[in-house]
Nanobody, 118 residues
Framework: VHLVESGGGSVQAGGSLRLSCSAPGYTFNDYAMAWFRQAPGKERELVARIGSSGITTNYADAVKGRFTISRDNAKNLVILQMNSLQLEDTAVYYC????????????WGQGTQVTVSS
């Protein structure tokens, strides 16, 4: 399974970006999905997760109120809308399917770079 993340880029602080995640040829509709990020020199961390139906969402404290995770199961897409971006949001962003215990279910994709500048 090849996860594909896209939508990253360079943006000034306060700006917005919309990340997309897909898996061509594979459906992850039965899985909870999550976005993670890894900043230089830091461990990968969970940013947001969404249940398989799209009803339940959870966010890391650092992004609450600024990021919104959503999914379109008909299109097999998971979206991360990021608003009010801060310098600390600079990282490579990854998506993955997750089990109930939070363990990831698939291999990692290449991620998409988000760079926030002042």
């Amino acid at each position: 399974v090849h996860l594909v993340e896209s939508g990253g880029g360079s943006v000034q602080a306060g700006g917005s970006l919309r990340l997309s995640c897909s898996a061509p040829g594979y459906t992850f509709n039965d899985y909870a999905m999550a976005w993670f990020r890894q900043a230089p020199g830091k461990e990968r961390e969970l940013v947001a997760r969404i249940g398989s139906s799209g009803i339940t969402t959870n966010y890391a404290d650092a992004v609450k109120g600024r990021f919104t995770i959503s999914r379109d199961n008909a299109k097999n897409l998971v979206i991360l809308q990021m608003n009010s971006l801060q310098l600390e949001d600079t990282a490579v962003y990854y998506c993955n399917a997750i089990y109930g215990n939070g363990a990831t279910a698939l291999g990692w994709g290449q991620g998409t770079q988000v760079t926030v500048s002042s």
